[in-house]
């Protein structure tokens, strides 16, 4: 691969974390309940704590692709390393998804009935399937590399 392919993904990968950092920031202060509380009302629900927290999976699994990403530029990509960092993609993809849908059951049961929570569960369901996919696509490329390597592994000890 190209390294001007490696440094693109890459940028697009901090680009991404910048935007969700911006989200997760901005987006507590627009929420309809938000408008008439302070800042520290507003970041301390318990939700947006949560929100947070879930959303470090989400990070930690960025930083893993980037790294990848620095392993194939390196042209380490058959190195247990590169191995380690899809199986760490594939962790936090499992945890995410998991995290999101304790959170769109936590609203699913305890929403208030005047609201209509249609839209947050199926942004829910959305980003579930998204994770799982991811998943399974790591889960897959782990698998794959995991038998490159030990194939690799087996040809440098018989020469």
Not at 122 to 138: E, P
Request: aromatic share 12%; net charge neutral.
């Amino acid at each position: 691969m190209k390294r001007i392919s490696i440094i693109f993904l890459q940028a697009v990968i901090v680009l991404t974390g910048i935007a969700a950092l911006v989200i997760l920031v901005w987006f507590p202060l627009t929420e309809g309940r938000a408008t008439n509380l302070d800042l520290f009302t507003i970041y301390a629900d318990p939700f947006i704590l949560y929100g947070y927290a879930a959303s470090i999976a989400f990070f930690v699994a960025l930083f893993n692709a980037f790294r990848l990403l620095g392993y194939i530029g390196q042209n380490e990509v058959f190195s247990t390393n590169s191995v380690k960092a899809l199986k760490n993609i594939k962790y936090c993809s499992i945890l995410l998804s998991i995290l999101i849908m304790v959170a769109g059951l936590f609203i699913m049961l305890t929403h208030n009935k005047e609201d209509d929570p249609a839209g947050f569960l199926a942004i829910c369901f959305l980003t579930t399937f998204v994770a799982v996919v991811v998943a399974t696509a790591a889960a897959i490329f782990e698998k794959i590399l995991q038998n490159a390597v030990d194939l690799k592994s087996e040809n440098d000890l018989t020469v």
